[in-house]
């Protein structure tokens, strides 16, 4: 399939973004070539256009030592231009970009003081003589408490609410949950960065929230990317023992499908989960242990999965797991979907939940069982119109659209499998293009569900978890492609995943 012109596709919007999201989107444009300094100018230049239709005279620029200060540090040197302006740079400068642009703006004749020469008694003076204050302090990056002798400046500022503008978010505001980290400040408007911020609905109502393009574009935003990985993925602790980095129940196989779990259990593994169990029939409970001494073998009763064979297992799923992934080999046979629908109910407010290939056929004409369940499925087409029974659009905007409305209305996250991944929860859509044509061959499905279990483990966020395991899937893929082009098979893919994952610092 052709790469989506983004341009027109009609697709959920961009708007109240974590922390997380606003990280990995600029890490992501980097990535497609863009620099820190460039989108630094550009966010400055917008600030300055947003500040220059007031027409102020004097003006107080207040700069933190990041890149939020560097956006304030261009904004003030264009407006000095034509308007007074003054600059109180509260913290050292750290961030390459700001100090790149700040070493330009010391050339200027602008009234600069520098954080040693600062004092209460003087912030105050210019608080008061300022027609603006400009507050571009702290970014969305904050998520501590802030310490003198910044947080008496921020105190001082609270006295002079109406006279300023923030940068991004207001200084000492949490960007994901809209808490305080210092004295509160209220300022008559925000010139946010490119989308809203999470917590913007705690802001107080008459805070006018202005967003500003500065440029970055948007396959940054619309595709998963490293920058995702770089900023969703928890780092893991030295001090970390097993069971702290994942607890992982497959269950699924059948007599015809011995190698389904085993691939998923292999890509839970190569992924870095600690604990992994697979609950097998116990007709074949001897081959899937045979595969790796690494598996730990639950040996359901009979010859398929059933919810009476199963139910010994359901306490220790509940309590000892983080992440249940049903359905890869599992069978179509009824009394296997009977036990699918069964145990979604029970296990669904407990832990995470991946339903695979006939899992998700199970809820054909029982859609009602999914809804509100907050569940993952990875479907392709064909298990998506038997779950749906209706026909599932070919045209691309039309197919993000159709998917967006599905998962919305039964509150689930899908990651629909194509030439160009869809993952969406209704509200949010991420688009995947890594990948090769040579992992149509069978099994690569059971490798992304394994995947995707393991990396919900990883990242909080059940859809970026399962877009970013989309995109180490397709990298995987690219990479076992390069050895055996469209000869590859399902395993050599997951041999393939740690390799993905060492570029990264995880």
Known sequence: MKI???????????????????????????????????LMKNAGKQIANELLKSNYASYLFLIGGGNNGGDGIVAAGIISENSLVNVFVLKEIKASAAETVFKELETSELSILLEAEITSKNLKEACETADVIVDAIFGVGLKSKIRDPISSYLQILAD??????????????????????????????VITMHATKMGFSKLDPN??????????????????????????????????????????????????????????????????VDTLRIAVPSVIRDIVASYAEDFIILKVDGDKITSKGFKRYRDLAIKRHDVMAIGMGISNHPEVTKFVREIIPIVKDRLTVLLDADAIRAFHNNLEILQGSDVIITPHRAELRTMLDEAIPDEFDELVGFLEVKAAQMQITILLKGPIDIITNGHRTLLNKTGHPGMTVGGTGDVLAGLVAAVNCFVDDKLFATAIAAYVMGKAGELAAKKYGNGLLASDVVKEIPKVLLEFDL
């Open 207 to 272: 805070t006018e929230v202005i967003v500003v393009d500065i440029g970055i574009a948007k396959e940054s935003s619309y595709f998963v990317g490293p920058g995702h990985i770089k900023s969703f993925w928890k780092k893991r602790h030295n001090d970390s023992h097993k069971g702290n980095n994942g607890r992982i129940m497959i269950v699924g196989g059948s007599d015809g499908f011995t190698g389904a779990p085993v691939l998923s259990g292999m890509a839970c593994l190569r992924a870095g």
């Open 4 to 38: 989506p012109d983004l341009t027109n596709l009609i697709i959920s919007d961009v708007v109240n973004i974590s922390r997380e999201e606003s990280v990995a989107i600029e890490l992501n444009e980097f990535e497609n070539g863009n620099s820190a300094i460039n």
């Open 160 to 189: 002079y609410n109406q006279k300023i503008v923030s940068i991004d978010l207001p200084s000492g505001f949490d960007c994901n949950t809209g808490e305080w980290y210092g004295p509160k400040i209220i300022p008559s408007s």
